[in-house]
Nanobody, 120 residues
């Protein structure tokens, strides 16, 4: 199983980025997908999760209304559209495949992470 996240980079506060995570080696449409992030010196935290069909999603309060998670089962890819970015969104973002939960222990597979840096 491989999850490859990409799309991170440097952006100014108020800007947008779209992260993608391409999955292989698993039956993608049967897995719930999630995004987590880890800032320097902090623990990994939940960002968003989406169910197998894409019909339901849950967000962390800190990103609600600014971030949108979506998936394309035909392309085995999950996305995270990030708008109105803030410096506190700076972190390494990880995608994960597993259960429909906001806890990292519910995920079986993890990507390598992609760095998002938001400048003020």
């Amino acid at each position: 199983v491989q999850l490859q996240a990409f799309g991170g980079g440097l952006v100014q506060a108020g800007g947008s980025l779209r992260l993608s995570c391409a999955a292989s080696g698993l039956t993608f449409s049967t897995y719930q997908m999630g995004w987590f992030r880890q800032a320097p010196g902090k623990e990994r935290e939940f960002v968003a999760t989406i169910n197998w069909s894409g019909g339901s999603a849950v967000y962390a309060d800190s990103v609600k209304g600014r971030f949108t998670i979506s998936r394309d089962n035909a392309k085995n890819t999950v996305y995270l559209q990030m708008n109105s970015l803030k410096p506190e969104d700076t972190a390494v973002y990880y995608c994960a495949a597993g259960k429909y939960t906001n806890h990292y222990s519910g995920y079986d597979y993890w990507g390598q992470g992609t760095l998002v840096t938001v400048s003020s």
